[in-house]
T-cell receptor, first 115, second 117 residues
Framework: EAQVTQNPRYLITVTGKKLTVTCSQN?????MSWYRQDPGLGLRQIYY???????DKGDVPEGYKVSRKEKRNFPLILESPSPNQTSLYFC??????????????FGAGTRLSVL | AQKITQTQPGMFVQEKEAVTLDCTYD???????LFWYKQPSSGEMIFLIY??????QNATEGRYSLNFQKARKSANLVISASQLGDSAMYFC??????????????FGTGTLLAVQP
């Protein structure tokens, strides 16, 4: 089954404790992206990757890191989480960037609470 | 700058009736794509339907259709014969066709639809 898999689905942590949210897709997609969803704001892009070793900032990159060492994986790293990073996070992938019609498929989401 | 506006925070509809969810967009690019996603209470984002800016016909996918009015910059989602399982948050989104605008989806704030029996 074609899918984007995020782990964990739920995470409660404390301020300053480094964490990683994993994302993996089995569709051989070149493009992957991370979004965060906050009430009243919709989804906003954090980082994206056009291919292996090619990453770039989205609209809200502060406090986050990413890496793309393999095509299928695109982990999101919070080096020192803060309470304002409490949010619902989504990983998405599509065949490629650069074309408007490429549909982005989303993972099931990771609900993060930073205390 | 590109922007998506969804002016209906919440809506009710009776089961088996049709409902229209509004979406207006703003872009100066001639090429772009418009998307609708469904987010049920379980939280995942489910792709519903796509409309390209150069498409001549309105997109349809089963009970979903997109009422695309390019001159008015609107891309309303129409759900026919609503079902209880349609109760969810619905997001309109846009992806640009050139340069950096192709690298992300711009989302609206969503419309929460409740289908009543």
């Amino acid at each position: 089954e074609a899918q984007v898999t995020q782990n964990p689905r739920y995470l409660i942590t404390v301020t300053g404790k480094k964490l990683t949210v994993t994302c993996s897709q089995n569709m051989n997609h070149e493009y992957m992206s991370w979004y965060r969803q906050d009430p009243g704001l919709g989804l906003r892009q954090i980082y994206y990757s056009m291919n292996v070793e090619v990453t770039d900032k989205g609209d809200v990159p502060e406090g986050y890191k990413v890496s793309r060492k393999e095509k299928r994986n695109f982990p999101l790293i919070l080096e020192s989480p803060s309470p304002n990073q409490t949010s619902l996070y989504f990983c998405a992938s599509s065949i490629g960037g650069g074309i408007a019609k490429n549909i982005q498929y989303f993972g099931a989401g990771t609900r993060l609470s930073v205390l | 700058a590109q922007k998506i506006t969804q002016t209906q925070p919440g809506m009710f509809v009776q089961e088996k009736e049709a409902v229209t969810l509004d979406c207006t967009y703003d872009t100066s690019d001639p090429s772009y794509g418009l998307f609708w996603y469904k987010q049920p209470s379980s939280g995942e984002m489910i792709f519903l339907i796509y409309q390209g800016s150069y498409d001549q016909q309105n997109a349809t996918e089963g009970r979903y259709s997109l009422n695309f009015q390019k001159a008015r910059k609107s891309a309303n989602l129409v759900i026919s014969a609503s079902q209880l399982g349609d109760s969810a948050m619905y997001f309109c989104a846009m992806r640009g066709g050139y340069g950096g605008a192709t690298n992300k989806l711009i989302f609206g704030t969503g419309t929460l639809l409740a289908v009543q029996p």
